[in-house]
């Protein structure tokens, strides 16, 4: 069964990390990019981060750029998402979703991990 | 960024009948390889979203085919020819055209 499952959210304090882990099972992780996306509590999707199969290429929102760290390995089919600095604002469910190279739409999503930035 | 406005924002349709969401992009969303990568997702409440449709109007696998997808350019229409109740939820459209990726806000389908 294709598969992915993250990991790692929990309370945190602003001004503190947290790393976010995604495991990939059920199909050929590393010939697929892959995405972070959140949902802020009542609010809609906004997507956070993508990076390619290779991980040679690499994007981010303006909302985390500097303070978010894409990775990926793909030896332990798993996908990361470290976060530093962290505000009151990224507090949300983090979902990770694959993506097809070349095909361009998400096609699998976990069912995501809650990270809560409060003091 | 490509700003994705969907309306309407809440649709209250009732069991059996047709719904449709509408969404429209900023700017073009014709990639420079010439496909249009916008694509439909349902969230049902609790879930995590569900791809539906993706390049406009390919329905994804297992995806009923009371769904479709339609549009070009700027202008994109989804449809749901005969509500069940199963459908109900949040449809997001998304643009994959260019990073960064981005959202319609969401159209919350409710049964009257």
């Given at each position: 069964?294709?598969?992915?499952?993250?990991?790692?959210?929990?309370?945190?304090?602003?001004?503190?990390?947290?790393?976010?882990?995604?495991?990939?099972?059920?199909?050929?992780?590393?010939?697929?990019?892959?995405?972070?996306?959140?949902?802020?509590?009542?609010?809609?999707?906004?997507?956070?981060?993508?990076?390619?199969?290779?991980?040679?290429?690499?994007?981010y929102?303006?909302?985390?750029?500097?303070?978010?760290?894409?990775?990926?390995?793909?030896?332990?089919?798993?996908?990361?998402?470290q976060?530093?600095?962290?505000?009151?604002?990224?507090?949300?469910?983090?979902?990770?979703?694959?993506?097809?190279?070349?095909?361009?739409y998400?096609?699998?999503?976990g069912?995501?991990?809650?990270?809560?930035?409060s003091? | 960024?490509?700003?994705?406005?969907?309306?309407?924002?809440?649709?209250?349709?009732t069991?059996?009948?047709?719904?449709?969401i509408?969404c429209?992009s900023?700017?073009?969303?014709?990639?420079?390889?010439g496909?249009?990568?916008?694509?439909?997702?349902?969230?049902?409440?609790?879930?995590?979203?569900?791809?539906?449709?993706?390049?406009?109007?390919?329905?994804f696998?297992?995806?009923?085919?009371?769904?479709?997808?339609?549009?070009?350019?700027?202008?994109?229409?989804?449809?749901?020819?005969?509500?069940?109740?199963?459908?109900?939820?949040?449809y997001?459209?998304?643009?994959?055209?260019?990073?960064?990726?981005?959202?319609?806000?969401?159209?919350?389908?409710?049964?009257?």
């Amino acid at each position: 069964e294709v598969q992915l499952v993250e990991s790692g959210g929990g309370l945190v304090q602003p001004g503190g990390s947290l790393r976010l882990s995604c495991a990939a099972s059920g199909f050929t992780f590393s010939s697929y990019s892959m995405n972070w996306v959140r949902q802020a509590p009542g609010k809609g999707l906004e997507w956070v981060s993508y990076i390619s199969s290779s991980s040679s290429t690499i994007y981010y929102a303006d909302s985390v750029k500097g303070r978010f760290t894409i990775s990926r390995d793909n030896a332990k089919n798993s996908l990361y998402l470290q976060m530093n600095s962290l505000r009151a604002e990224d507090t949300a469910v983090y979902y990770c979703a694959r993506m097809i190279l070349g095909y361009y739409y998400m096609d699998v999503w976990g069912k995501g991990t809650t990270v809560t930035v409060s003091s | 960024d490509i700003v994705m406005t969907q309306t309407p924002l809440s649709s209250p349709v009732t069991l059996g009948q047709p719904a449709s969401i509408s969404c429209r992009s900023s700017q073009s969303l014709v990639h420079s390889d010439g496909n249009t990568y916008l694509s439909w997702l349902q969230q049902r409440p609790g879930q995590p979203p569900r791809l539906l449709i993706y390049k406009i109007s390919n329905r994804f696998s297992g995806v009923p085919d009371r769904f479709s997808g339609s549009g070009a350019g700027t202008d994109f229409t989804l449809k749901i020819s005969r509500v069940e109740a199963e459908d109900v939820g949040v449809y997001y459209c998304m643009q994959a055209t260019q990073f960064r990726y981005t959202f319609g806000q969401g159209t919350k389908l409710e049964i009257k």
